[in-house]
């Protein structure tokens, strides 16, 4: 079974801080990457994704993918009370013959940014 | 504008009662999923389709049907076999299955059991 865990939260940080999410995954096979954030009553929508070792920056957003550890992050900067929202975690496994498989989401992070 | 529409936004469904829900894409994608969302419990996979004429089984596909006649619809039938239909569903897809990109979301649809 493959697994993407998250802390559930909540994660309060005041605003203007650093926001940092984690996720972890279980098969170190794993290509593709993603964060959605998903705001109350709302559907998911993709803010980052990343492919590669290392760090990939888009505006206030950062991910960090660390394969060795099984690790991605999101880093948030200048945090804003309108990015308060669950932060959800999704990786693409790959599936026998190597073709893609479906994403599997963690459980999501809440995040609350206090003005 | 491209995207996927779901509808209805809201539906009540009685018991033993089977219910459809649509999802109607424009953006020309091969692959669709279903997912459904519970608080606390994430998105969990209820049938998939690569492409037109074929759909598989998700991870929680019991009580669940399911038809891909066309590249841009892939309606949900939520039967009453399945017991506890009360849910978020959404309605996703990816340019194809094999791409490695992400997946588009509609707006989603609340099922409520009355």
């Known amino acids: 079974q493959k697994e993407v865990e998250q802390n559930s939260g909540p994660l309060s940080v005041p605003e203007g801080a650093i926001a940092s999410l984690n996720c972890t995954y279980s098969?170190?096979?794993?290509?593709?990457f993603f964060w959605y954030r998903q705001y109350s009553g709302k559907s998911p929508e993709l803010i980052m994704f990343?492919?590669?070792?290392g760090d990939k920056e888009d505006g206030r957003f950062t991910a960090q993918l660390n394969k060795a550890s099984q690790y991605v992050s999101l880093l948030i900067r200048d945090s804003q009370p309108s990015d308060s929202a669950t932060y959800l975690c999704?990786?693409?496994?790959f599936g026998s013959g190597g073709s893609n498989y479906k994403l599997t989401f963690g459980k999501g992070t809440l995040l609350t940014v206090n003005p | 504008d491209g995207g996927i529409t779901q509808s209805p936004k809201y539906l009540f469904r009685k018991e033993g009662q089977n219910v459809t829900l649509s999802c109607e894409q424009n953006?020309?994608?091969?692959?669709m999923y279903w997912y459904r969302q519970d608080p606390g419990q994430g998105l969990r996979l209820i049938y998939y389709s690569q492409i037109v004429n074929d759909f598989q089984k998700g991870d929680i596909a019991e009580g669940y049907s399911v038809s891909r006649e066309k590249k841009e619809s892939f309606p949900l039938t939520v039967t009453s076999a399945q017991k506890n239909p009360t849910a978020f569903y959404l309605c996703a897809s990816s340019i194809d299955f094999n791409s490695g990109e992400g997946y588009t979301f509609g707006s989603g649809t609340r099922l409520t059991v009355v």
């Open positions: 953006l020309n994608h091969d692959a």
């Open positions: 098969d170190r096979g794993s290509q593709s």
């Open positions: 990343i492919y590669s070792n």
């Open positions: 999704a990786v693409n496994f």
